[in-house]
T-cell receptor, first 114, second 110 residues
Framework: NAGVTQTPKFQVLKTGQSMTLQCAQDMNHNSMYWYRQDPGMGLRLIYYSASEGTTDKGEVPNGYNVSRLNKREFSLRLESAAPSQTSVYFC?????????????FGPGTRLTVL | QKEVEQDPGPLSVPEGAIVSLNCTYSNSAFQYFMWYRQYSRKGPELLMYTYSSGNKEDGRFTAQVDKSSKYISLFIRDSQPSDSATYLCAMIAGADGLTFGKGTHLIIQP
């Protein structure tokens, strides 16, 4: 039981390049989330998917797109990377969205945009 | 004003001490409270959660919620060097997602 897995672990991009961060969970969870974590800013929600087939914006969605490929997988795409998107990105999942929302996190992707 | 306030630290204490970590919040709609532990270069891991005011104990860890004061605490007894990490509080109101504090960096000195 791997929990939440993310690929890649590290990535360096040049400004304007695009890339997709992959996330998968094997806990049969309905809801999945993408966060970014920056020094002094804490964890901020980018996008989430309450259930398969739905996605919604979080606190900081600009510059990102997401795809809920199936129940297991939720990807985050940067179409034209900017230095401001240098961050650590975490994917999380939970059985349900809403009140009883115990989220389980992946190991993170460290992204640097030059 | 941020909805959840948490002192970033660092908080440095000697091994064996009792550690108190705290968060305050402004949104009285928060109903469900959690503590996550995050080791350096790792993802956050859920440590404890509670639905209501009062105390919840799990081994050396006790989570305390005081809704009237909008204040939550995590106590660690007999602290160990392996407890050195960043501790994040998180809370939920209704159908909204988690709101996190910025985390407190804890250092347990051997």
């Amino acid at each position: 039981n791997a929990g939440v897995t993310q690929t890649p672990k590290f990535q360096v991009l040049k400004t304007g390049q695009s890339m997709t961060l992959q996330c998968a969970q094997d806990m049969n969870h309905n809801s999945m989330y993408w966060y970014r974590q920056d020094p002094g800013m804490g964890l901020r929600l980018i996008y989430y998917s309450a259930s398969e087939g739905t996605t919604d914006k979080g606190e900081v969605p600009n510059g990102y797109n997401v795809s809920r490929l199936n129940k297991r997988e939720f990807s985050l795409r940067l179409e034209s990377a900017a230095p401001s998107q240098t961050s650590v990105y975490f994917c999380a999942s939970s059985a349900l969205a809403g009140l009883y929302n115990e989220q389980f996190f992946g190991p993170g992707t460290r992204l640097t945009v030059l | 004003q941020k909805e959840v306030e948490q002192d970033p630290g660092p908080l440095s204490v000697p091994e064996g001490a009792i550690v108190s970590l705290n968060c305050t919040y402004s949104n009285s709609a928060f109903q469900y409270f959690m503590w996550y532990r995050q080791y350096s270069r790792k993802g956050p891991e859920l440590l404890m959660y509670t639905y209501s005011s009062g105390n919840k104990e799990d081994g050396r860890f006790t989570a305390q919620v005081d809704k009237s004061s909008k204040y939550i605490s995590l106590f660690i007894r007999d602290s160990q060097p392996s407890d050195s990490a960043t501790y994040l509080c998180a809370m939920i109101a209704g159908a909204d997602g988690l709101t996190f504090g910025k985390g407190t960096h804890l250092i347990i000195q051997p």
